[in-house]
């Protein structure tokens, strides 16, 4: 697991005061783009996600994207990302995933000129990126150091409300096939940030599917990712029939959080629904 960046950022919010994101998250890239997970070319229906999310270009201040980037570790892939995510033409910020290899996509993606910013700061919002990566394995974990972090920040900035993103999620989404990969020290940091009563929200991807709930006054969010979309409350592996998407997010300056989940058309990418596994 790496250490923490310190690396920090600052955005300007629109003239309401608010902060308009976008999330893209799991888009598993191949260095080949004719080659599909579960029956989805993934960089193909990742093309189609980001040319859908063009209506909201020029309308928001950065897009997140939380994880699980490449499928196949390639250099190449992270290329794709980052070629396409840029088209967007606004800041984007990015954390890893259990499927993504570190030591490669640090280095292609700061090739690529997309910052390795682990705290973006505006006018009455902080959002802190953390890494919950354990190598090797599908479940995550928050070392010690990257609590640390979480610490220092929340403490950096008490009066502005907080967005912390991650990539596993942290409450169980009732699919027990995907809870056994949850974020395993999800207590710790539901008790971390408890006495933090500016932490509106905690956003996160590797799930594959929307999911809100609100608990001890904190928001936690996944959504769906740019290819196969897992089945909702599903015991055992099952892929779902909904299409690829990502969410759209206002911070207001209040502290409230506006979110609507966009997807691309239903017909456009099919997903073999008998695969057992990937």
Known sequence: MNGVSQTSTTITADLNGDIKLL?????????????????????????????????YAGRCEAVLCTGD??????????????????????PCYWLPGNHDMQSVMLPSLLQ???????????EHWQIILLDSQVEGVPHGLLSESQLIFLTEKLQEYPNKHAL???????????????????????????????PFTNVKAVLSGHVHQAF???????????SPSTCVQFKPKSYDF???????????????KEGDIITQVERINANEFTTDENATGY
């Open 164 to 194: 912390i993103s991650v990539h596993h999620h942290v409450l169980p989404v009732g699919a027990a096939w995907l809870d056994q990969h949850i974020l395993k020290n999800n207590k710790q940091l539901r008790a971390l940030i408890k």
């Open 23 to 55: 999330q893209i998250t799991d888009t598993h890239l191949f260095a080949d783009p004719e080659k599909d997970l579960l029956g989805i070319k993934t960089v193909k229906s990742y093309d189609a996600v980001v040319k859908h999310a063009h209506q």
């Open 238 to 252: 099952a892929v779902d029939t909904q299409a690829p998407g990502y969410r759209y997010l206002v911070l207001t």
């Open 112 to 122: 690529e000129g997309l910052a390795q910013s682990k705290q973006i700061v505006s």
């Open 69 to 90: 980037l490449s499928q196949d570790h390639s250099i190449q892939s992270y290329t794709y990302f980052s070629e396409r995510i840029k088209s967007l033409k606004m």
């Open 212 to 222: 809100d709930m609100t608990k001890e006054g904190v928001r936690y969010l996944t």
